[in-house]
């Protein structure tokens, strides 16, 4: 677990993930509201150099930004009006998950079928003050040993 203290904080370590990240990846973020999700995403994006600027899906679903160096893309779905996994089918998520990184924010217990292999990211809010406490798991061979330097 690692804790993460202000927002740059945050979209430094999403920069750090981005560096590991390949096309077909999947990312499932969880945490409540105003946990930092999307900022962790805007550090991936940046890490990813993809077209911004990345804001929460909510009312939009997804969003697809398209890499601006010859990378994958990212797409960047929000969950947390989604009723169940028929309205996850209903997103294609599944057509550009071989191309692209995918993080879905809300998505846990939704999108867990989309692929064998996901890291799992879970924010914390410390209830004594700002502070987050974040969580990788991964899940299949291709997350079987997270770095050390991110946990």
């Known amino acids: 677990m690692r804790t993460v203290r202000t927002t740059e904080e945050m979209r430094a370590l999403g920069a750090e993930i981005a560096e590991l990240l390949r096309p077909g990846d999947l990312m499932v973020l969880t945490g409540p509201l105003g946990a930092g999700k999307t900022t962790l995403v ?13 804001t929460s899906p909510t009312f939009v679903i ?12 990212l797409v960047h779905a929000d969950a947390y009006r989604i009723g169940g996994s028929l309205e996850v089918d209903d997103l294609d998520l599944d057509a550009s998950l071989e191309d692209s990184v995918t993080v879905v924010e809300w998505g846990e217990g939704l999108v867990e079928g989309l692929a064998d ?11 004594e003050g700002e502070d987050r406490r974040v969580r990788l798991r991964g899940a299949g061979d291709r997350w079987a040993a997270i770095p050390a330097s991110l946990i």
């Open 62 to 73: 997804a969003r697809v930004h398209p890499s601006l160096s010859g990378g994958p893309a």
């Open 117 to 127: 292999d996901r890291l799992e990211i879970v924010i914390e809010r410390d209830p």
């Open 42 to 54: 805007q550090g991936i994006g940046e890490g990813l150099k993809v077209r911004g600027p990345i």
